[in-house]
């Protein structure tokens, strides 16, 4: 992991999944630093993976206010339970079913917990951040934020993309990959993530980006891309496309085997 100053008062914490025939997946948590600091999302939960080492690089953990968990996926709560013990002030954010999701490996404390749903703010201090439902998600309990005093919106896994290499993955600006190759990564992420969004109706799907067109982000940083500065239009145009595309189909045991035969020795 490393940590990097992505724009106005947002850190990163930069780590990557190498993913068999996809790529590498970024895996960003964030530090919105707020007077009521916040840890967006607490990033992978492999060995090595030393997430509350990394945070103190941007702030000291005892600090942290909130720890707001755009979804209980596992690439999202590596480091939670370290970090709500050295930060014995924070919240967890998220939702009712966010809290239940969590509850069927380990609980939080009730007093631990801070429940929004979209659409809700919170109050940071000196900011307000409103929940908001990203147009691609792979959680019922998906809620980015839209930070309204920066423009700053953070996406969850929304605007994702599988990388040629771990360089672009942890690059600082997604602009180090080529627009061909972010395009057709991006869409390639959606179908892998969102499979669902092949069976909706296209303009309904067009219609869920408008909160985040009007509210027009300043940045777009997602938990699994580089972050995305100044106009996110090209962003919004590529996931538009995403209902016709080709769906992802994995890799199934013959292809698993054929694989493993390659990596034997002769
Ligand atoms: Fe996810
Ligand atoms: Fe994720």
């Known amino acids: 992991m490393h940590t990097y100053h992505a724009c106005q008062d947002v850190s990163v914490l930069a780590d990557y999944l ?17 007077a009521q600091p916040v840890v967006v999302d607490t990033g992978l939960g492999l060995p090595g993976r030393d997430f509350l080492s990394a945070l103190a690089e941007v702030i000291d953990p005892a600090d942290v206010a909130w720890i707001w968990l ?22 967890v954010v998220t939702t009712f079913t966010g809290a239940g999701i969590l509850s069927a490996e380990r609980p939080l404390p009730i007093d631990r917990i ?16 409103t929940g908001f439902r990203p147009p ?53 992420w959606a179908t892998v993530d969102s499979p669902w969004v092949q069976t909706v109706d296209p303009a309904k799907f067009a219609a869920s980006f408008l909160p985040l067109r009007d509210f027009g982000p300043s940045a777009i940083l997602s938990t699994h891309l580089p ?16 209902p016709t595309t080709d769906p992802f189909t994995g890799p199934d045991q013959a292809a698993l085997e054929a694989m493993l035969r390659e990596f034997q020795p002769a």
Do not use: K, W
Request: hydrophobic share 45%.
């Open 18 to 34: 190498e993913v068999p025939g996809l790529g590498f997946l970024p895996v960003n948590a964030f530090v919105i630093h707020a």
């Open 70 to 91: 755009t979804h209980p996926d596992r690439d999202h709560t590596g480091g939670l339970f370290t970090l709500l013990e050295a930060a014995p002030q924070a919240r």
């Open 114 to 129: 801070y429940l929004l749903n979209p659409g809700q703010s919170l109050d940071a201090g000196d900011r307000r951040l």
């Open 136 to 188: 691609l998600f792979d959680s019922p309990a998906t809620v980015g934020i839209l930070d309204t005093s920066t423009g700053v919106c953070l996406s969850s896994d929304c605007f994702g993309a599988p990388l040629p290499t771990a360089e672009l993955a942890t690059a600082h600006d997604a602009a180090a990959a080529s627009p061909g190759e972010l395009r057709a990564a991006q869409l390639l």
């Open 227 to 242: 972050p995305v500065t100044g106009d996110g239009a090209a962003m919004f145009a590529t996931l538009l496309d995403a």
